[in-house]
């Protein structure tokens, strides 16, 4: 795992909000070190118009972030994936498609900013700490040794991310 782009796929239910948040973020931090990617197990088919308003916001990139069934991810034209981080507690409890290549594995679970109500600031701030979170803990995941590290030794400190 030390010199390759690492594919990194952010699973949510609705693939709507947090998943494409995570997919923008690691997309624009990853420095060309990773390539993100997005999905759902039931997948809303729309993305949430706040989520992008809030990658735009912190400077990520937004272009191709669309709503789509993880089943595209076991096409054999898919990208091979190196991690699958389920960033909802829905998506983490449900049986997944075994991914070819057996690609690590995480929970990152982060509270839904979809399902605050209020006002259109409290939603705003919602989708903003919620993608606060994100980037943390993908910044986390950045600074990694990636090189210097086992196969194991990757995928205990990728777990322990989503408990900080």
Partial sequence: MADAVHNVLFLCTHNSARSILAEGLLNGLGAGRFRA????????????????Q??????????????????????????????????????AGEVCPLWPGQPLTAHWGVADPSAVQGSEEQQARAYRDTALVLKRRIELMLALPMPTLDRLAIQHEVRQIGKA
């Fill in 37 to 52: 990617f997005s999905a759902g197990s039931h997948p809303s088919g729309t993305v949430r118009p706040l989520a992008v």
């Fill in 54 to 91: 809030t990658l735009q916001a912190m400077g990520m990139p937004t272009a191709g972030l669309h709503s789509k069934d993880w089943s595209v991810f076991e096409r054999p034209d898919a990208p091979r994936l190196d991690f699958v981080i389920t960033v909802c507690d829905q998506a």
